[in-house]
């Protein structure tokens, strides 16, 4: 089985290092993501590799001079029956947010204005991206020190310090495996549609060393959070990206394993159940996992 790996280390740690005569001098180095990225379609047969995509889910890394961003996106899946690629939707929502990053319009603060802003250059398309997504934006602000997040649906993040889970996002759902999400359906179709404002937004301050894992659904359903912490607390401070990079494809394999496990009591069979739907095994979904430390 391969996997399909991504690894970036923000040039700004190299301009400094190799080019210091092209850097303002500061008294203090800002901090940044060292962001590296794994995950596995669910269906290797039928998926063809494309960057920034995992089967259904898509995923996104940018920065700018005073900002560094991430997110994940999930295509929602049933769009298939009707002849559409639910990858489409959720993989232009993450292009535009990437290629927004660097507009004039970008906030550092406003990470639900970026969905927002993307969600609208959706819309309006000539040609309809039809479909629905989830969706989890987190922006670091160097100025401040602060992370910024929007998150709607069922793909989400943690952050870890110090062996413990500090921040984490929460589940939007209409009900049981029905995650709020984005929407453009055929026209006579009627879809449930959440609009970007309805989005989970949080802010936080983070520390050097400080972890965080944004991830979609097929991460969530099936890997519990005691394991995740387990993996998540190694690498705690870590700036290798090689490193980081064996630490995020562990947590995609992993969720890969027990998703075909039909033996697992997995969180997706456990929440099943407080629904009173009677399941055990993990839940085959396509799995992206984007991973980030806090350097300085």
Same mark, same amino acid.
């Given at each position: 089985?391969?996997?399909?790996?991504?690894?970036?280390?923000?040039? +700004?740690?190299? /301009?400094?290092?190799?080019?210091?005569? !092209? %850097?303002?001098?500061? *008294?203090?180095?800002?901090?940044?993501? #060292? $962001?590296?990225?794994?995950?596995?379609?669910?269906?290797?047969?039928?998926?063809?590799?494309?960057?920034?995509?995992?089967?259904?889910?898509?995923?996104?890394?940018?920065?700018?001079?005073?900002?560094?961003?991430?997110?994940?996106?999930?295509?929602?899946?049933?769009?298939?029956?009707?002849?559409?690629?639910?990858?489409?939707? +959720?993989?232009? /929502?993450?292009?535009?947010?990437?290629? !927004? %990053?660097?507009?004039? *319009?970008?906030?550092?603060?406003?990470? #639900? $204005?970026?969905?927002?802003?993307?969600?609208?250059?959706?819309?309006?398309?000539?040609?309809?991206?039809?479909?629905?997504?989830?969706?989890?934006?987190?922006?670091?602000?160097?100025?401040?020190?602060?992370?910024?997040?929007?998150?709607?649906?069922?793909?989400?993040?943690?952050?870890?310090?110090?062996?413990?889970?500090?921040?984490?996002?929460?589940?939007?759902?209409?009900?049981?495996?029905?995650?709020?999400?984005?929407?453009?359906?055929?026209?006579?179709?009627?879809?449930?549609?959440?609009?970007?404002?309805?989005?989970?937004?949080?802010?936080?301050?983070?520390?050097?060393?400080?972890?965080?894992?944004?991830?979609?659904?097929?991460?969530?359903?099936?890997?519990?959070?005691?394991?995740?912490?387990?993996?998540?607390?190694?690498?705690?401070?870590?700036?290798?990206?090689?490193?980081?990079?064996?630490?995020?494809?562990?947590?995609?394999?992993?969720?890969?394993?027990?998703?075909?496990?039909?033996?697992?009591?997995?969180?997706?069979?456990?929440?099943?159940?407080?629904?009173?739907?009677?399941?055990?095994?993990?839940?085959?979904?396509?799995?992206?996992?984007?991973?980030?430390?806090?350097?300085?």
């Amino acid at each position: 089985m391969q996997s399909i790996c991504w690894t970036t280390r923000l040039v +700004s740690r190299a /301009l400094r290092s190799g080019f210091s005569t !092209l %850097v303002e001098p500061s *008294n203090k180095v800002k901090p940044h993501f #060292v $962001s590296v990225a794994c995950g596995f379609p669910k269906d290797f047969l039928r998926s063809k590799y494309k960057l920034g995509r995992f089967g259904e889910d898509a995923w996104f890394v940018a920065s700018t001079q005073n900002a560094d961003v991430i997110g994940v996106a999930d295509g929602v899946g049933g769009w298939r029956s009707y002849g559409i690629d639910p990858g489409e939707f +959720s993989s232009f /929502l993450m292009r535009t947010c990437e290629r !927004l %990053v660097d507009s004039a *319009n970008f906030n550092p603060k406003q990470p #639900v $204005s970026l969905l927002s802003y993307s969600y609208c250059e959706l819309l309006e398309q000539k040609k309809p991206i039809l479909g629905s997504s989830t969706a989890c934006v987190l922006i670091l602000n160097r100025e401040n020190s602060t992370v910024y997040t929007a998150n709607i649906g069922d793909s989400g993040f943690i952050v870890v310090r110090k062996g413990q889970i500090i921040h984490r996002s929460e589940e939007q759902q209409h009900y049981f495996n029905t995650p709020f999400q984005l929407s453009l359906p055929p026209p006579g179709q009627n879809v449930l549609s959440d609009s970007p404002e309805s989005a989970d937004s949080l802010s936080f301050p983070v520390e050097n060393g400080d972890v965080i894992l944004a991830a979609t659904d097929g991460v969530f359903d099936n890997v519990p959070t005691d394991l995740l912490l387990d993996i998540l607390k190694t690498c705690e401070g870590e700036s290798n990206p090689v490193k980081l990079q064996m630490t995020a494809n562990a947590i995609a394999l992993m969720a890969r394993s027990l998703s075909f496990d039909s033996e697992f009591m997995s969180p997706f069979s456990v929440n099943a159940r407080r629904s009173n739907i009677h399941t055990t095994g993990g839940k085959p979904d396509d799995i992206t996992v984007v991973l980030a430390t806090v350097a300085t």
